[in-house]
Structures are given as C-alpha cells and as structure tokens.
C-alpha cells in the first residue's frame, strides 16, 4: 500500500546524502505523496492513530524538503538522534514537526526549554511553545532541576552569564498558571529574591498557609 511505498522509499533515502538535488526533491515529492495517501486511506477505514502518524510523517517531509541545502537531516533518523536535535534545535515549530514524527507520546521538552529559553533567552521559543504545549508544573520541575545542576556546576553558560540565565529561569517561572507553582519552582531554584516578591504580593497569606506555617 501506499504507506509501506512511503517506508521503503524512506529506507532508500537513509542511504543517500540529504542534498538539494532533484533525485532527493523527487523522493521526497513521492514520500510525501505516499503518506498523504495512506493518511487518506486510514482515516476513510476509521483507523485515526495510523492516519495521524501519516499526517505527521507527510509534515517531516515538508520539513525536509525545506532543509535540503541547509545540511540538516531530519528523516531516517534514529530516536536517540532525533531527540539530540529537537534538544538543540532552535526553531520550536520545526522541532515540534521532529517530535511528533518520531515519538508518539507526549515529548519531554525540558532539556530543549532549557537550552533555548534559559541558556540563550529566546522568548519567541517560548512563545511559539506556549502556543502548543502548556507549561505545567512538572516541566517547569524539570527545568528547574536541570538549572540547580548547571548552577552547581558552573556549566552551560553559569561560569560567565549566572545572572541573565537566573533572570530568564525567572521570566519562565512568571509563565506558571499558579503563584504555588511559581513559588515552589523559584523555591527549587533557590531564587530567593523572587520568593520575597512573590510573599509580598497579594498571594503572600496564602502562601504562607500553603508553604511557611
């Protein structure tokens, strides 16, 4: 069927160099033809998880075609380095694509917030990520932790930038739904002075109840 065409053309092209060459581009038209079909196909058979991931396969070859002559590879590759990339990727709508063609589950973005919003400060990253995916309290969790660890260690970047990397971990925390959230994340990250403000706000005798009593 057309969805086993689309493996083996894609099997076919983990083989060659991803270059701007009108083989790859006719491939790649072919591939995206092939999901496209099976895409159809599963969901006139009411099979919706096969016809999402076609759809989303479809969207990894636009992706790619996009790349071409860019030097990025973002088909045929392995889980262990489509997670390397999405982490370091810098463009969240193109790493969003990655995730959802490679894990089916939800994506662990920690690692990859951390490294745009936290060590760059890219807040369009952010934003374009807020528009997506919510920011709940056990991602900010994750974060957090891997900011104590990097504050610790005086790695990725908290040897010359401690401050501006602090600042942007709080203008994440500020993202939270909840000031108990905000608070026990700041609390993680042992951000003292954004615990004071936030006790001298309006929440502060609910947070006292809930934390300090």
């Known amino acids: 069927n057309a969805e086993y065409m689309g493996t083996t053309l894609l099997n076919h092209l983990t083989d060659i160099s991803v270059s701007d060459c009108p083989e790859v581009k006719q491939i790649l038209t072919d591939l995206l033809k092939a999901y496209t079909d099976s895409g159809q196909y599963f969901t006139l058979s009411e ?21 071409l002559g860019q030097g990025a590879r973002v088909i045929g590759l392995s889980a262990a380095y489509a997670k390397q990339f999405i982490d370091r990727h810098n463009k969240f709508r193109e790493a969003y694509v990655i995730s959802r063609a490679y894990y089916y589950t939800a994506y662990n973005w920690s690692e990859c ?33 891997r900011f104590k660890r990097a504050k610790l260690r005086k ?49 502060g005798p609910m947070l006292r109840d809930l934390f300090l009593e």
């Open 155 to 203: 790695t990725n970047g908290f040897n010359v930038n401690s401050q501006q990397i602090a600042n942007n971990m709080s203008k994440l925390i500020d993202k939270a739904n909840d000031v108990a959230t905000q608070y026990k994340i700041s609390k993680i990250c042992d951000l003292h002075d954004k615990m004071d403000t936030l006790l001298k706000s309006k929440h």
């Open 113 to 145: 917030l951390y490294t745009n919003v936290i060590v760059q400060g890219d807040f369009k990253f952010l934003e374009d990520f807020m528009a997506v995916v919510p920011v709940e309290f056990n991602l900010l969790d994750e974060v957090a932790l």
């Open 47 to 67: 099979c919706p998880k096969q016809a999402e991931h076609c759809l989303h396969m479809s969207r990894l070859m636009v992706l790619q075609m996009y790349l």
